[in-house]
């Protein structure tokens, strides 16, 4: 891993993100956040949190999206992993890709790599996609489907 990574992870269940973000953490020693501490009832506080971490953290593992309060969010991210459960209509299609780029707006802006891995698999075998998708820069990657 780089001397400075962010990983954002998100998806539609919190848990597998969480799981998925710890054994990252621990496994390569990278610090771990939750995008949730960062909001605050005033949108001021929520920024003023925001920019102080963002400028003082070069590597780190963020679970969550702050999308409802700052659209550019962790937009200098390196990879944005989209943890789904298997559902191979839904993970093998593009157009999900695309939709999921419509409704947030931060990720398009950014030039980070989207990457969906399907949630059912065990936490090393998502380890390894995401890792086989760093060492061969294939940014394109929907699991499941072959290039």
Do not use: P
């Amino acid at each position: 891993m780089s001397d400075t990574l962010i990983i954002q992870i998100i998806g539609l269940y919190e848990q597998d993100q969480i799981n998925f973000a710890n054994y990252l953490s621990k496994k390569y020693g990278i610090n771990l956040f939750f995008a949730n501490q960062f909001t605050e009832k005033d949108l001021q506080e929520t920024i003023d949190k925001y920019s102080s971490f963002i400028l003082k953290n070069k590597t780190f593992i963020i679970v969550g999206s702050i999308f409802n309060f700052i659209k550019a969010g962790f937009y200098k991210r390196d990879y944005l992993i989209w943890l789904d459960k298997k559902d191979e209509n839904k993970i093998n299609n593009k157009n999900k890709m695309n939709k999921f780029n419509e409704v947030f707006r931060e990720y398009e802006i950014s030039n980070s790599k989207k990457i969906i891995i399907d949630s059912n698999l065990n936490l090393r075998d998502q380890e390894k996609i995401f890792l086989n998708i760093m060492e061969k820069k294939d940014y394109e990657y929907i699991q499941g489907k072959d290039k």
